[in-house]
């Protein structure tokens, strides 16, 4: 048999450990793993000269934009930019314009996508105004329904409990997650005040998005989904408390996961001092104490996995003298697994952490068959990496459309400088050199 491609001289993360060998490609899928003089007859051979192969990454929180956001970002800019991350799938968030909250905006927004995207790209979608068609949505291909608490975004009343409740009861038949960004409704009337007193600077918008902001809307949603059986996924858990309330919840067999942003730990606000309004998101970055909360809770596993929240704007959309009118979000591709590898060289974090955060778990927990694991039949996505490569994050040279981060001139070392696709080479050396169009999109005919 004659195999589309052999990489030899591997360093590759199996199990748990790292061991020396070939990988045979075909058709898209690994086809083995084991020593070179055992591999398949190929055309193509790739030597990795010994670095480092990991599962491709999964970011499980993206906003891709496009639509009616393209200025912002699309799908082909998006992309790249996991790609050169050594991110291989993306799953993308549905406040878009128009919002993905239908079969028809999901299938929509596949069609657009399928044309331009260079890694696998999976949707989720907010929840219909009727809940009937939960359904078909999920048909459709939706990986998730994602729920904003803190302001209507998709069609289902926030404020409605049982509403909640029903909806959460119809994601646990169809056996997709519910992914909750907690911060409560207070958010808005907050806002509104602070508008009306003309407060509108940073300490403003710390104080309207307060930890009790997030610790409430965390136990709101955990009390109405104990009535049920759903899988809640909280988003960007930005607390200790918070952090706290999802820790004891899973101890009562409650189906419930969690997930940290970069920015989350690696900032906190006296960052904002060095990078203004850069640096703001939702939840916003916290105090330091905050953020040693949150690593603990990366070394002992209370917190599942780990995201970007890639949200990218223009640039002048970050900046202005009123706090209320800057578009919140960080772009974050390019940058999580450099900041990552960074801790690792550092020894105060492991491979094995980065591939169950970026890999295994978002693999499991949003159920992409075939992926997250380095492993014989799996799709062939791989990440290598160069562990001692040295390099100053530029954003001026990022292939997102946002070229500006609040880790901009960061100097770090550990890169990825090859990823494969479903067994194709999409980037070598921060060079894409696949077409648009080569990535999949996941999820279509999932019932």
């Known amino acids: 048999m004659i195999v589309d491609l052999v990489l030899e001289n591997a360093k590759a993360y199996i199990c748990q450990e790292i061991l020396g060998c070939s990988i045979a490609i075909d058709q898209g899928r690994i086809f083995k793993i084991g020593k070179e003089t055992n591999m398949p007859k190929t055309d193509q051979k790739i030597d990795l000269k010994n670095l ?52 028809e905006t999901l299938r929509n927004r596949m069609k657009i996508a399928e044309k331009k995207i260079v890694v696998n790209v999976g949707f989720f979608s907010e929840f219909p105004k009727e809940l009937g068609e939960t359904k078909e949505i999920v048909a459709k291909g939706a990986v998730a329904f994602k729920l904003f608490l803190a302001d209507q975004v998709g069609g289902l ?17 169809f056996k997709v997650p519910v992914a909750v960004h907690a911060e409560d409704r207070m958010l808005s009337k907050k806002t509104e005040e602070f508008r009306r007193t003309f407060s509108s600077d940073v300490d403003a918008f710390l104080e ?27 988003c960007h858990v930005s607390t200790s408390n918070g952090l706290k309330a999802i820790t004891d919840a899973k101890k009562s067999n409650m189906t419930i996961t969690c997930e940290v942003t970069p920015h ?23 105090a330091k104490h905050q953020v040693e909360a949150l690593w603990n809770g990366v070394f002992n596993g209370d917190i599942d996995i780990l995201v970007s929240d890639h949200a990218p704007h223009a640039l002048e959309e970050k900046s202005s003298s009123n706090v209320w009118d800057v578009k919140v979000g960080i772009p974050g591709l390019e940058t999580t697994l450099p900041l990552l590898l960074a801790m690792v060289k550092k020894a105060k974090l492991s491979i094995t952490h980065v591939v169950r955060l970026l890999a295994e778990k978002p693999a499991d927990i949003f159920n992409l068959k075939g992926r997250g694991y380095l ?27 946002a070229k500006y981060s609040p880790f901009d001139g960061w100097n770090t070392i550990g890169k990825a400088v090859k990823t494969f696709v479903n067994g194709q080479l999409i980037m070598d050396d921060d060079e894409i050199v696949a077409k648009s169009g080569t990535g999949k999109v996941i999820g279509e005919n999932k019932l």
Do not use: W
């Open 52 to 103: 480092l192969v990991l599962p491709g990454l999964i970011d499980a929180h993206v906003h891709l934009r496009d639509e009616g956001k393209s200025y912002k970002e699309d799908f082909y800019s998006g992309t790249a930019a996991a790609a050169v991350g050594g991110i291989t799938t993306v799953l993308d968030m549905p406040n878009n314009a128009p919002v993905t909250m239908s079969a």
């Open 157 to 173: 009343n926030i404020d409605d409990d049982q509403a909640l409740k029903t909806a959460f009861r119809g994601t646990s038949k």
């Open 208 to 234: 309207v998005h307060s930890e009790a902001s997030e610790v409430r809307a965390i136990e709101r949603v955990l009390a109405i989904s104990k009535q049920t059986s759903a899988h809640i996924h909280f």
């Open 264 to 286: 989350h730990l690696f900032l906190s606000v006296d960052d904002f001092k060095r990078c203004g309004t850069l640096a703001l998101t939702m939840p916003p970055i916290r």
């Open 375 to 401: 492993k014989e039949g799996n799709h062939a996505d791989l990440v290598v990496i160069d562990l001692n490569k040295k390099f100053k994050i530029d954003a001026s040279k990022f292939y997102s459309k």
